[in-house]
C-alpha cells in the first residue's frame, strides 16, 4: 500500500490533449473515482499510472518512487480490466494465481493463497473451471480475486462493472465496497456511471476535456460543484442553470424571459450582469400561487419514478427540473410559481466558476 | 400436413446435381486404385486388389518424392511460413506502424503475383542467380515467399479478435515480454498459427509447377512432380499406378488434418462478448 501522486500529468494524441496538466494527491489507501464522459481522459490518466501509456509530460509517483518511465511489469500495480481480461487457455485458479505465478512463489503457497482469496470472493468452487464456463458477475468476481492476490501497492479499476447488468452491476458494487472496506487498498476507479462513484469513493475526481474539473468527496461535490460543468454532470436530473442578471443594490435578479424577482438572501459580491443561477431539483419547489420571490414557469411533463417524481418545466427557451419525494403523483396547473430553498442556491461566473 | 413447395423441389434437385458433380470423381478416386483394370470411369472394382500398391511402393523414386522430399519440403514451408506469419501478423496488428492497414492489403494483392504462372521467369532467373537452383532451399523459399501474403493477413486478423488486454493483463502482472509471449501470446494464438500452418502444408504440398521448374534433380522432386513416373513416353498415364499414387499422395494431408484437430481442436477461443 502507498500513497499515489500525480504532478502536471499531460499526455496528447496528434492534437488531442487527452490528459492536460493533472495534479492529483491521493492518500494511502483512499479509494478514488475518476469520473467523466468519454474522451475525458481518465482511462488514459489510469493507464498512464499502469504503465500501459507513455507518460508524455509530468510525473507519477507511487509512494516515494517515481515510477514515471518503469515499465508496468516494475510498478507493482493490480489492475481490473473492463473486459476482465482472463486468459481464456488457463483455469480460474492459473488465472488468479498468475501474478504469484510471475513472481516465483512457490506452488504450495501459491495454491494457498488463491484458494483462500477465491473464498473470500465466493469463487472458490469455480478454481478448475475455465473462463469461458463462467458468467459475466462469476468473470467480474475472477477478476477482481486476481487483482487482490496481487496485493499491489495501488489497484486500478477500468470501469470493472459496465459489463455487467443493471441488477448485478449493483450487486457487484456493494461487493465491491465491501472487499473495499477489508482490504483497504489504495484505489483509483474509473467511471463514467456517477451513482457508482458516489457509492464507492471516497474522493471524486471530475474530469473534463483533460482536466480536472473537481476533486472532492462526493457529498462536497454534489452539494457545491466548483463550476457549471460538474454541476451539469452530476445529479439525476443534474443541477438546474439558469443564466440571469443581479442587480446587487435593488436585490433583484432578471431573467432572459423578462421576469425578474426579488432577492432576499445573500448574493456574493462578485456576482454582476452575466451569472447562472444553479439549484438541485430537490430545493426547488412550485406553488400555484405567485409571489414576490416566485418565478413563474410552464408545466411540461411530469415522470412519476415511483418514490420520486420528476417534474419538467419550462421557462423561456430554459428547462428546469423538480424532484419531489412522494409516491403520490403531483398534480400541476399550467402555470406555476417556484421558490428556492435558501442557502441551497449558486452562482457561477461568466467563465463557469462558482462565486463565493 | 406438408404443403407442396415446387420451389423447395427445384432446389433439392438442383444440389443433388450438384453434388453428383462433385462426389463422382471422387468415387473414382476411392474405387480405382483397389480395381486391377481400372479405366476413365467410375465403377465398382469386380475383385479388390492391392497390386496397385505395390507397383507404386516398389518404385523407389516414387516413394522417395512422397515420404522424404515432400514431406520435407511441405514441412519446412511449413514452419516457416507459420512462424514468419505470427511475427510479422503481430508486428502488423499490436505495433505502431503507418499505413499498416494499407500495407496489408497490398500484402494480400501480392499474394496472387509472387507464385503465379505469370512470374515463373523472373522467379527461375531470381533463384538462378541466387544459386538456389535445384536445391530444396530455393523451392521451399519461393513457396513460403507464395504462402506468407494470405498467412499474414489471415494470421493478422485473428490477432486483431484477440484483445490487448490479455497483454497488458499480464504486463501489470509483472511478466516481461518474453514470459507474455510463452504465456499468453503463444497459447492464445495457436490456433490461428495451426490454421496458418496447415494451409501452407497443403498449399506446399500440392504444388506443382514451382518445384517442376525449380528442381530439376529426378531424386529431389516432391511427389506433385514425381506422378511423371507413371507416365509413358509418349504421355500415357499407367492409370493402375496413378490412382494408387494419388490416394496415397492424400493421406499424409489427411492424416496431418486429423492429428492436429484431435491434439488441439480447429476451435478458436473467443473474447469476452457481452
Known amino acids: 500500500m502507498a500513497s499515489v501522486k500525480l504532478a502536471q500529468l499531460r499526455r496528447t494524441f496528434g492534437t488531442v490533449k ?21 474522451g475525458c481522459g481518465k482511462t488514459t490518466t489510469l493507464r498512464m499510472v499502469a504503465g500501459l501509456e507513455a507518460v508524455e509530460g509530468g510525473q507519477i509517483h507511487i509512494g516515494n518512487r517515481n515510477v514515471s518511465t518503469l515499465p508496468a511489469r516494475e510498478r507493482d500495480v493490480a489492475m481490473v480490466f473492463q473486459d476482465y481480461a482472463l486468459y481464456p487457455h488457463m483455469t480460474i485458479a492459473e488465472n488468479v494465481g498468475y501474478p504469484l505465478k510471475v513472481r516465483g512463489v512457490p506452488p504450495a503457497d501459491l495454491q494457498r493463497q488463491v484458494q483462500l482469496v477465491a473464498d473470500r470472493l465466493q469463487i472458490g468452487g469455480l478454481l478448475e473451471r475455465r473462463p469461458a464456463q463462467l458468467s459475466g458477475g462469476q468473470q467480474q468476481r475472477v477478476s477482481l480475486a486476481r487483482a487482490v492476490v496481487h496485493k499491489a501497492q495501488v489497484t486500478l479499476y477500468d470501469e470493472p462493472l459496465s459489463n455487467l447488468d443493471t441488477k448485478l ?27 457508482e462513484a458516489m457509492a464507492l469513493a471516497d474522493r471524486i475526481v471530475v474530469m473534463n476535456a483533460g482536466k480536472v474539473m473537481q476533486a472532492d468527496s462526493p457529498m462536497a461535490i454534489y452539494r457545491r460543484p466548483a463550476n457549471t460543468f460538474v454541476a451539469s454532470f452530476i445529479g439525476s436530473p443534474p443541477m438546474n442553470l439558469l443564466p440571469c442578471k443581479v442587480d446587487q ?12 424577482i426579488q432577492w432576499s438572501q445573500s ?8 451569472v447562472t443561477l444553479g439549484i438541485r431539483p430537490e430545493h426547488l419547489h412550485w406553488h400555484a400561487e405567485p409571489a414576490e420571490e416566485r418565478l413563474g414557469a410552464e408545466h411540461f411533463v411530469t415522470q412519476a419514478l415511483g418514490g420520486e417524481s420528476v417534474i419538467v418545466l419550462r ?7 423538480i424532484r419531489q419525494f412522494t409516491d403520490d403523483v403531483p398534480v400541476l396547473p399550467s402555470r406555476v410559481w417556484l421558490s428556492f430553498d435558501p442557502n441551497r442556491v449558486y452562482f457561477y461566473g461568466a467563465d463557469g466558476m462558482l462565486l463565493s | 400436413m406438408k404443403r407442396f ?55 523407389a523414386t516414387a516413394m522417395r518424392a512422397l515420404l522424404q522430399n515432400s514431406v520435407f519440403i511441405s514441412g519446412s514451408v511449413m514452419v516457416l511460413t507459420a512462424a514468419l506469419a505470427a511475427l510479422a501478423a503481430y508486428g502488423l496488428s499490436r505495433g505502431n506502424i503507418p499505413g ?38 530455393g523451392a521451399i523459399l519461393t513457396l513460403v515467399g507464395g504462402a506468407l501474403p494470405t498467412s499474414i493477413f489471415i494470421m493478422r486478423d485473428f490477432i486483431d479478435g484477440i484483445p490487448k488486454s490479455y497483454e497488458e493483463a499480464a504486463m501489470v502482472s509483472g511478466a516481461g515480454s518474453l514470459r507474455i509471449f510463452r504465456d499468453i501470446a503463444l497459447p492464445t494464438l495457436r490456433p490461428g498459427v495451426l490454421v496458418v500452418a496447415i494451409l501452407a502444408f497443403v498449399g506446399a504440398w500440392g504444388s506443382f509447377l514451382i518445384p517442376l521448374i525449380l528442381i530439376r534433380n529426378a531424386d529431389m522432386r516432391p511427389a506433385s512432380v514425381a506422378f511423371y513416373q507413371f507416365y509413358g513416353d509418349e504421355g500415357n498415364p499407367n492409370i ?31 473474447g469476452i462478448k457481452q
Open chain 2, 100 to 137: 499498416r492497414d494499407i500495407l496489408t492489403t497490398v500484402l494480400l494483392l501480392f499474394s496472387s503475383v509472387v507464385t503465379g504462372t505469370a512470374s515463373m521467369v523472373p522467379i527461375f532467373v531470381l533463384i538462378y542467380n541466387l544459386g538456389l537452383f535445384n536445391t530444396y532451399q
Open chain 2, 5 to 59: 413447395a415446387p420451389g423447395r423441389w427445384l432446389v433439392n434437385g438442383l444440389s443433388v446435381i450438384l453434388a453428383l458433380f462433385f462426389v463422382t470423381p471422387l468415387m473414382w478416386f476411392i474405387f480405382a486404385p483397389f480395381d486391377p483394370t481400372p479405366n476413365l470411369s467410375v465403377q465398382l472394382p469386380e475383385t479388390f486388389s492391392l497390386d496397385n500398391f505395390q507397383t507404386v511402393i516398389s518404385n
Open chain 2, 240 to 270: 493402375r499406378a496413378v490412382a494408387a499414387y494419388a490416394l496415397l499422395y492424400t493421406l499424409p494431408v489427411l492424416l496431418l488434418y486429423l492429428l492436429v484437430n484431435a491434439r488441439y481442436g480447429f476451435r478458436f477461443f473467443g
Open chain 1, 169 to 195: 452491476r449493483l450487486e457487484a458494487r456493494a461487493f465491491l465496497k465491501h472487499l473495499q472496506r477489508e482490504v483497504g487498498v489504495t484505489s483509483i476507479y474509473v467511471t463514467h456511471d456517477q451513482a
Open chain 1, 249 to 260: 443594490a435593488a436585490r433583484i435578479l432578471r431573467f432572459s424571459d423578462g421576469q425578474s
Open chain 1, 315 to 321: 421557462l423561456g427557451e430554459h428547462t428546469l427540473a
Open chain 1, 267 to 274: 448574493v456574493p459580491a462578485q456576482a454582476s450582469d452575466e
Open chain 1, 18 to 38: 487527452a490528459v492536460d496538466n493533472v495534479n492529483l494527491d491521493i492518500a494511502d489507501g483512499e479509494f478514488i473515482a475518476l469520473l467523466g464522459p468519454s
